[in-house]
């Protein structure tokens, strides 16, 4: 794979602000050359990575570790066998990570801010920490983080909120973002999608125009007499998830590694090089 291809195609030189085409690699690191200035200008000048000092091929090797999803302890353990004389700290291939991390978390907030869903879609929401209690006055409450998920049957095309609570007030200004008014919505019976007081039980979600179909997880996951009501599509996306952070050994989630998921899981890996060279290229100021 050409990792390569995060080198801008053009270069304004460091020194009189021509626009040098030239590219040459030497001593491991790509540099273009200025005829005017007789000069060198690194092509991480004015990057993200403007003070790096790691060699191309390190560079390299820790995008191609990322886009593969693997973990700190397995990027380290890789790096140590290619580099046995050149090899990261640990502190520093975490900065890298937190680099291609931020390419990762401005793609997800896009999608974030524009993806919507038709057709039929499947919803549910999983919690990754409940609430622990403390009588310390010092310390607050740890509140329980929950995670609230949508994918879209025909493409499995998903997307993934992170949020404290899941109550009506919540979930349904999300839904009515992301869903379009007409589609299928298939879920469980929880009391923020059900009315589960009446008998028989009503929908919550029909009177904002969605067409519903839920499943009572106590009795059944899969209707016995209708075997297109259920969510398992979308509860096969939570054990991807939650083996994803337990093979990386990940303790405390913020919005790094959600993104990195979603980066991971919804672009091919020639596109995740393309964005985080598009990424690399811009501009500290």
């Not at 353990?77 to 502190?91: G, I, M, Q, V, Y």
């Not at 990570?97 to 549910?124: C, P, R, S």
């Not at 409940?130 to 607050?140: E, N, Q, V």
């Amino acid at each position: 794979m050409n990792i390569a291809s995060i080198i801008p195609f053009y270069k304004r030189c460091r020194i009189c602000s021509h626009i040098l085409f030239n590219t040459f690699r030497i001593q491991d690191q790509y540099y273009f050359y200025c005829n005017f200035c007789k000069d060198y200008t690194k092509w991480t000048d004015k990057t993200l990575l403007h003070h790096s000092k790691i060699s191309f091929s390190v560079l390299e090797k820790l995008i191609l570790c990322y886009i593969r999803n693997k973990s700190i302890k397995d990027i380290l353990e890789s790096l140590k066998e290619h580099f046995p004389t050149n090899s990261l700290a640990k502190n520093t291939v975490l900065h890298y990570m937190d680099i291609f991390n931020q390419t990762a978390v401005h793609y997800y907030k896009t999608k974030l801010n524009t993806i919507t869903f038709n057709g039929h879609v499947e919803i549910d929401e999983t919690f990754l920490f409940k609430m622990k209690k403390t009588k310390a006055k010092h310390r607050t409450y740890s509140r329980s983080l929950w995670l609230f998920g949508i994918i879209q049957r025909e493409d499995h095309q998903f997307v993934i909120i992170p949020t404290y609570s899941r109550d009506e007030s919540t979930l349904l200004p999300l839904m009515l973002k992301h869903i379009k008014i007409g589609a299928t919505i298939y879920s469980d019976c929880f009391s923020t999608y059900v009315n589960n007081h009446v008998l028989p039980k009503k929908s919550k979600l029909e009177e904002y125009g969605y067409q519903h179909q839920w499943i009572n997880h106590k009795v059944e996951f899969v209707s016995a007499l209708f075997d297109h009501i259920h969510t398992n599509n979308i509860e096969r996306l939570w054990l991807k998830l939650k083996t994803d952070f337990k093979r990386k050994n990940i303790k405390k989630i913020n919005l790094y590694h959600i993104a990195r998921f979603y980066f991971h899981s919804t672009l091919e890996e020639r596109e995740q090089i393309n964005l985080i060279g598009k990424g690399l290229k811009e501009k500290l100021h």
